[in-house]
């Protein structure tokens, strides 16, 4: 079946520190990768999505690339703010299949 | 537009008690989705609903979870009687264009 790893966490980084999350997934076929943050007190919210190998999402300044060939979509961003704290969810779709499958979370502290 | 909906946001109850989860997807989504988010882990997925029709429900406890989306809009989820190992965040999505949007979820705490 279908599965998504995830670097372990808590992290905890300085303001202005690059950051990179990584995530490898299992899966048959083609999917589509995201990234889901979930704020303090609120819901899951789309960071990013790529649909197909070598695609690139970004929003907010933050990246992830489609990479096929080391089944990897590692989250990264250049300089992190105290803003960016939060639990970060990497998940997987299947082609033809809205289901998400997702990885265990990382949480992400900034201090300033 | 108004994002998905859902209520309660906290409920607290003791084991073998019932309760029960609303929510409302976003205006257009034929697709909602019910997931179990136990702290420290990923959303589950728990149901999927077409329009009115269950799509996928194989990770369902059906001995004691119920979901219902009559009218192919709102949607319940029931358990029956309610165990510890159910507390839980109980998040509520639909979807359009391969994205799914999620509510804020309900915190369900059983004593």
């Known amino acids: 079946g279908n599965s998504v790893t995830q670097m372990e966490g808590p992290v905890t980084l300085s303001e202005e520190a690059f950051l990179t999350i990584n995530c490898t997934y299992t899966a048959t076929g083609y999917p589509s990768l995201f990234w889901y943050v979930q704020y303090p007190g609120e819901g899951l919210q789309l960071l990013l999505k790529a649909t197909k190998a070598d695609d690139k999402g970004s929003n907010k300044g933050f990246e992830a690339t489609y990479r096929k060939e080391t089944t990897s979509f590692h989250l990264e961003k250049g300089s992190v703010q105290v803003s960016d704290s939060a639990v970060y969810f990497c998940a997987l779709s299947e082609f033809g299949n809205e289901k998400l499958t997702f990885g265990t979370g990382t949480r992400l502290t900034i201090i300033p | 537009e108004a994002g998905v909906a859902q209520s309660p946001r906290y409920k607290i109850i003791e084991k073998r008690q019932s309760v029960a989860f609303w929510c409302n997807p976003i205006?257009?989504?034929?697709?909602l989705y019910w997931y179990q988010q136990i702290l420290g882990q990923g959303p589950k997925l728990l149901i999927q609903?077409?329009?009115?029709?269950?799509?996928?429900d194989s990770q369902l406890p059906k001995d004691r979870f119920s979901a219902e989306r009559l009218k192919g809009v709102d949607s319940t989820l029931k358990i029956q009687p309610a165990k510890l190992e159910d507390s839980a965040v109980y998040l509520c999505?639909?979807?359009?264009?391969?994205?799914?949007?999620f509510g804020p979820g309900t915190r369900l705490l059983v004593l």
């Open positions: 205006s257009g989504h034929a697709t």
């Open positions: 999505a639909s979807s359009a264009q391969e994205t799914q949007y």
């Open positions: 609903f077409q329009n009115n029709g269950v799509v996928d």
